[in-house]
């Protein structure tokens, strides 16, 4: 097939897909994009725990915090890159909320529903591997949970494929 058949052909099929509300992703696209998001979320709860837990706070304030602390972080990340790219704050933190908010929330739902429901991992300190082995087991769950979720978000024109709008 001539590159010209092929670059055609593939504009036909991209406008063809965005007629229906879809487009194809990658699954290497979806993983970049839990990544990123996932990298943020880390960071939150990580800090959010460790915070909690120097303070001596319960295991529901610690998790409060951690899961406000990385929606923060995971905004920020997100909201860091619109920025450099010339955009505005207000429509910068628009596109951060669009772009991070379900998968963040589904991140944050599979991260701590599996140290809640793990047995002891509630009252792991710091120094415990419990507590380490536990949060690496939950957040790379939460990222095989996650990566379909924007798959299919970037798939519809949402989620970070509105972040990809301003990385040109």
């Known amino acids: 097939m001539r590159h010209d058949e092929h670059t ?22 979806a993983a970049q994009a839990t990544l990123h998001c996932l990298t943020g979320c880390a960071i939150g709860e990580i800090l959010g725990m460790v915070i909690g837990t120097a303070l001596g706070w319960g295991n529901v304030p610690t998790m409060v915090l951690a899961i406000a602390l990385a929606f923060v972080f995971g905004y920020s990340l997100t909201l860091r890159g619109v920025l450099r790219a010339g955009v505005g ?9 669009a772009a991070d908010t379900l998968s963040i929330a589904v ?4 991260d701590n529903g599996v140290i809640a429901l793990w047995p002891s991992a509630m ?40 972040v990809h709008q301003y990385h040109h």
């Open 89 to 97: 704050f207000r429509t910068a933190f628009r596109v951060a909320l």
């Open 107 to 110: 991140m944050e739902l599979i």
């Open 123 to 162: 009252d792991a300190h710091l120094d415990d591997v419990l507590f380490w082995g536990t949060l690496a087991v939950s957040l790379a769950l939460a990222f095989v949970v996650t990566t379909p979720v924007n798959r299919w978000m970037i798939g519809r024109g949402k989620g970070h494929a509105v």
């Open 8 to 29: 055609e052909q593939h504009h036909t099929q991209h406008t063809h897909d965005h007629q229906h509300g879809t487009a194809r992703v990658s699954w290497s696209t």
